[in-house]
């Protein structure tokens, strides 16, 4: 029950069966929830705009009683007045309803409509800690603020800036995670600006719109990687530089190399989804970074939504009624890892580079994409690059990280799938080592 009340309220009939009870309990919860739902005093958003100052109301006119209203209520028992537990919307009390309220009424609106009146500023005011990385740029002709977020892989504008300047949206929505992966926000929509800053001029930059944002603009990697950046704080000590890879060049690898003979299209029956919003989120996240396009293969496997033990969704296809039948298991070695730990441990410095999605940075040769085939959302498509899940996979990874720590030309690289380690014992040892593997991945 949603309070004591209710309960109160049965406990005062003498005589009551069960399905009565139940009857009057959920007709009491339900006029106590709806009462609640009235503290709120609402202003519609077209009424508020036009309002450009704070205006008096005559109490006459707002919440009158009714004189003759007593007279036309018959009298009842207190354990059956309708409005025993109602709240007041004129005066806040409980026990009567506005209608038959005597007391003066408060003058609320003026206030809501003095708080909607600063929600029309379309510029967004950030906070002086994030100053630092606060630049002025000009977007579509517009001074704005922008933030600099080199933790962001895209790039965002504050919808009521696109909306105020009129500018083109394209329709779009994605869910976007925050710092925290429990607080999400959704996109609506898109625009292409020119973007202008310190003489430079960027076209065509894909924005997502996004509300309250803390400042005007948001440049994240799409952009970023156009150019060197460096952010000055100020400190007294040396500088130093995150520790990141480049885009390593790759040759595509063989992925379906040995297949039976007896091979052949396979498509599955088409499932329904109870996970569809994900899907549809997932979809425009892997379209968005060209890691899938559109197909006309023959094959077709379905998409699953699982979750691990932290409950976190994630999305894998299903090729084991596919292109797995007919696949040959490549029997490429991953080392031991007792092996690595031991000779890893024979070093005084080392440093493990851990790659982020990495089967998805790797691309597919032309003639194997179609094995990849895929459908979701009512549409077909197939990958660019590996996918999560696929038979050799691993094998693949592997054999292509062994390949770079051969160019490196040293023996203080070991790598196991997507983690590679550099070792030395000393520091200038090893800042050699890791200069060797980064031009190793460059070439």
Request: charged share 20%; net charge positive; proline share 4%.
């Amino acid at each position: 029950m949603l309070s004591n009340n209710v309960s109160q309220r049965l406990l005062e009939e003498d005589d009551i069966d069960l399905a009565k009870a139940f009857a009057q309990a959920r007709a009491l919860e339900t006029a106590e929830s709806q009462s609640l739902s009235y503290n709120h005093q609402h202003v519609s958003y077209n009424e508020s705009c036009a309002l450009h100052s704070p205006v008096s109301i005559d109490p006459s006119d707002y919440g009158k009683p009714d004189s003759n209203l007593a007279a036309t209520i018959p009298k009842h028992p207190r354990s059956k007045y309708p409005a025993r537990e109602a709240l007041c919307r004129n005066c806040n009390k409980v026990g009567h309803f506005q209608r038959v309220c005597k007391s003066n009424p408060s003058d609320k609106r003026v206030v809501s409509c003095t708080k909607l009146q600063l929600s029309t500023v379309c510029t967004a005011a950030f906070s002086t800690s994030i100053s630092k990385a606060v630049v002025q740029i000009i977007v579509n002709g517009n001074s704005l603020n922008a933030l600099i977020d080199t933790g962001s892989s895209g790039s965002y504008i504050c919808f009521d800036i696109a909306y105020k300047h009129c500018w083109h949206i394209y329709p779009s929505n994605f869910a976007i995670s925050m710092a925290s992966t429990n607080y999400t926000s959704v996109t609506q929509g898109h625009c292409l600006v020119t973007v202008y800053y310190r003489g430079n001029r960027y076209s065509s930059v894909k924005s997502s719109l996004l509300p309250n944002l803390c400042s005007d603009v948001l440049l994240g990697h799409d952009f970023l990687k156009q150019q060197h950046i460096l952010i000055s704080f100020g400190g007294s000590k040396s500088p130093f530089f995150l520790c990141s890879l480049t885009a390593a060049y790759v040759e595509p690898p063989t992925l379906f190399g040995s297949l039976s003979h007896l091979c052949k299209p396979i498509a599955t029956k088409s499932q329904s989804s109870l996970d569809q919003k994900f899907l549809e989120s997932e979809l425009c996240h892997l379209l968005a970074g060209g890691i899938i396009e559109p197909s006309c293969s023959s094959w077709r496997a379905q998409v699953l939504a699982t979750s691990n033990v932290n409950h976190k969704k994630r999305m894998v296809m299903d090729y084991s009624q596919t292109v797995h039948r007919f696949t040959y298991l490549d029997a490429y070695p991953l080392p031991r890892i007792d092996g690595l730990v031991e000779k890893i441990s024979q070093y005084e410095i080392h440093t493990t580079l851990d790659l982020q999605r990495v089967y998805h940075k790797v691309p597919i040769r032309e003639d194997e994409k179609q094995y990849t085939a895929f459908e979701t959302c009512g549409n077909l498509y197939q990958f660019w690059r590996i996918p999560f899940g696929v038979t050799n996979g691993v094998a693949c990874f592997q054999r292509l990280s062994n390949n770079i720590t051969t160019k490196a030309n040293s023996k203080n690289t070991f790598a196991y799938a997507d983690n590679d380690t550099i070792c030395g014992q000393n520091m200038s040892e090893h800042n050699i080592n890791y200069g060797k593997f980064l031009n190793a991945a460059k070439e």
